[in-house]
Nanobody
Framework: QLQLVESGGGLVQPGGSLRLSCAAS????????IGWFRRAPGKEREGVSC???????KYASAVKDRFTITRDNAKNTVYLQMNSVKPEDTGVYYC??????????????????WGQGTQVTVSS
């Protein structure tokens, strides 16, 4: 089973940037899709972005052209570069993994391994 640990969260001003990391341990990393999800206060968890081992990615419309997901298979790490952040990007960000055969979808029930989350707060 894959263990996932997020890091890089914090307080950032609107318009600023932040990079989140998701470090994975386990022998199955290269066969897994890694996704980023977030839960804003008072809202349901939503998908942000996901990436497969070949680097093909998908984004939610709310973050497309502002966020970039990348993956370093040698380091078993996935990154989420967040640029031009907005207050509505505030929330707890989670990374999760899914078997590659489930495809690139931002639907949380498809993911079966989850990290503990990292808080991102966008505020002036």
């Amino acid at each position: 089973q894959l263990q996932l640990v997020e890091s890089g969260g914090g307080l950032v001003q609107p318009g600023g940037s932040l990079r989140l990391s998701c470090a994975a341990s386990g022998v199955t990393f290269n066969s897994r899709i890694i996704g980023w999800f977030r839960r804003a206060p008072g809202k349901e968890r939503e998908g942000v972005s996901c990436i497969n081992s070949g680097g093909v990615s998908k984004y939610a419309s709310a973050v497309k052209d502002r966020f970039t997901i990348t993956r370093d298979n040698a380091k078993n790490t996935v990154y989420l570069q967040m640029n031009s952040v907005k207050p509505e990007d505030t929330g707890v960000y989670y990374c999760a993994s899914a078997p590659v055969w489930r495809g690139l979808f931002l639907s949380s029930p498809l993911y079966d391994n989850w990290g503990q989350g990292t808080q991102v707060t966008v505020s002036s």
